[in-house]
């Protein structure tokens, strides 16, 4: 029961991403980040390879964790929308950023990918022009669709690998990664490889059927930067939000608990 939960909020928060990526990158008039073919692939191959990876190591980590299933007494206090507002908050500090940076990593490498000149201007404002002001004055429309595409599909692999260390932060609700770390380290190895050749395969056969251009540029160094770091700072933010959510699991216990004390008493017989 624990381990589906868990992998239905992964799935949850991979949704979101998605949306989140697409309505950013919608709201700065730019080219379609994630393709339809994509969103399909991702939430039918890579998102259920992580999520199979959750729900098989739940039966290891239910018989070696601790249960974070609060005691089910009815309480007083109209609870439900403070849980809510909080779960919200979670889901937005954890999904919000990472889509922020796939956003600029998309623009990154549709500016890389058109030869753009750094010294004219951010690759922002340089793309920002060719796609609004100018007009696609110097940027003919099969070099800006190639450029596009792959961009689009260095995006997906970048939100593959995010995902895959999204899957680790899903695990459990309240402990620890070093406490879950020794119990799913080769299931999630093992999805993680999976879900990456899959997501490399895609990537590959759809740069090759969708631009006839051989030749390819480097990738840029904030773009190698961010693939390395980012993850580390999912990791940091999943753990800083299991810990916030631990504290308000143990104090709803402590809660729950003396609210039941408080019950037996006023109804065992005296």
């Known amino acids: 029961h624990q381990a589906m939960r868990q992998a239905s909020m992964f799935a949850l928060a991979a949704s979101l991403l998605l949306m989140q990526i697409a309505l950013i990158g919608n709201c700065f008039l730019l080219p379609p980040i994630v393709d339809s073919a994509q969103l399909i692939f991702t939430l039918l191959v890579v998102v259920p390879c992580y999520a199979l990876a959750i729900v098989t190591s739940g039966k290891r980590i239910a018989f070696n964790v601790k ?3 609060p005691m089910r007494v009815k309480l007083l206090t109209k609870a439900a929308k403070p849980e809510l507002q909080r ?3 979670y889901m937005l500090l954890r999904t919000l950023p990472t889509a922020c940076v796939c956003v600029a990593i998309f623009i990154t490498l549709v500016s890389s990918n058109l030869g753009y000149d750094s010294s004219k201007g951010t690759s922002a404002n340089q793309l920002w022009d ?3 002001y100018d007009s696609m ?5 099969e070099r800006l669709r190639t450029a596009t595409v792959r961009a689009q599909q260095g995006v997906n692999l970048i939100v593959a690998l995010f995902l895959g260390f999204f899957c680790i932060g899903s695990l459990h609700r309240t402990a620890s990664l070093l406490e879950l ?3 799913c380290k080769y299931i999630w190895l093992l999805a993680f490889v999976s879900a990456g050749t899959l997501q490399g395969i895609f990537t590959a056969v759809s740069v090759k059927l969708s631009t006839n251009e051989t030749d390819s540029r480097a990738l840029p160094a904030s773009v190698i930067v961010l693939s390395v770091v980012w993850p580390i700072v999912i990791l940091c933010v999943d753990e800083a939000v299991r810990h916030h959510d631990r504290k308000k699991f143990r104090r ?4 729950l608990t003396l609210e039941f004390e408080t019950l037996l008493g006023q109804t065992s017989p005296k």
């Open 87 to 89: 779960y919200t908050a």
């Open 181 to 183: 770390w020794r119990y």
């Open 137 to 141: 004055a110097y940027v003919d429309d």
């Open 252 to 255: 709803q216990q402590q809660r």
């Open 67 to 69: 249960s974070c299933n």
């Open 130 to 132: 060719a796609l609004v």
